[in-house]
């Protein structure tokens, strides 16, 4: 199988999707306003405000609020206003030892959430453990590896491999992973992660992150996926710290739907 690093080149002409004939996902396109917020009330207000834009089609759940009040009574908020579907972003589950993926994933289900973004880093057994026990869980694991930052691959100076990434994404869709998670800033790596899914997995589904004050756009990079019928804008401040989030929603699904 042609790998993501080197789909580049070319894409894989042979699936590695471990269930074609999986049901596929509807494709959708929206924004998932990143709940990246220090308060509960903080949390109320943005979801009250938010939660019947058309376009808004499920929220992220950070890791600040979660530390002030715990998982459960932060769903538990959310669901006193909403019913859309919540990921929980651990910020970042994955890079802990695999042996952590199990109970984490437990408690995630026990609270009610939809999916978990992982970010198994910390090698092929966190891949299997944390993307594993989320399947296994019927959560779904939306799986990344990179932030957008500009010095976190070795690339521009970081750490992190330049493929790293490409290989995390190739586990975790031997595995039967569907939704991944890319930063919006880079184009160039969007359309070519992007190609590799399209011909690798049946009916992919795409987050891009990012977006607004760490450099990414709606229109490059929904337009750099353009391959990808379900693609799905993560935004935080530009909606969180709007003085009114609903219409800042509005206008980030207006440029989303655009690519309708």
Not at 23 to 41: E, S
Not at 43 to 51: D, H, I, M, S
Not at 162 to 186: S, Y
Request: aromatic residues 6%.
């Amino acid at each position: 199988m042609t790998s993501v690093t080197t789909a580049k080149a070319g894409v894989a002409a042979q699936s590695s999707d471990p269930a074609p004939t999986a049901d596929p996902i509807p494709a959708r396109l929206g924004i998932v306003p990143a709940l990246d917020l220090d308060t509960v009330d903080e949390l109320k207000r943005v979801v009250e405000a938010t939660c019947t834009v058309p376009g808004v089609v499920e929220y992220k759940l950070g890791l600040s609020a979660v530390l002030h009040v715990g998982l459960f009574d932060a769903v538990r908020a959310i669901r006193d206003i909403s019913d859309l579907p919540i990921l929980y972003d651990h910020q970042k589950a994955g890079p802990d030892m695999p042996a952590s993926a199990k109970p984490f994933v437990k408690i995630c289900s026990e609270a009610g959430l939809k999916g978990l973004i992982l970010f198994p880093v910390a090698g092929p057994t966190a891949v299997r453990q944390f993307v594993g026990h989320t399947l296994e869980a019927g959560l779904i694991p939306v799986v990344g590896g990179e932030i957008p930052v500009p010095d976190y691959c070795i690339r521009g100076g970081g750490y992190f491999a330049d493929d790293g990434l490409d290989r995390i994404i190739e586990q975790a869709t031997k595995m039967g992973g569907r939704h991944f998670v890319l930063p919006a800033n880079d184009p160039e790596m969007i359309r070519r992660r992007s190609a590799w899914l399209v011909e690798n997995i049946r009916t992919p589904v795409l987050f891009l992150t990012g977006i607004g004050p760490l450099g990414g756009t709606i229109a490059e990079a929904f337009g750099a996926a353009e391959g990808l019928p379900s693609r799905l804008a993560v935004i935080g401040r530009k909606i969180c710290a709007a003085p009114d989030p609903g219409e800042a929603a509005r206008r980030m699904v207006d440029e989303v739907m655009q690519f309708s």
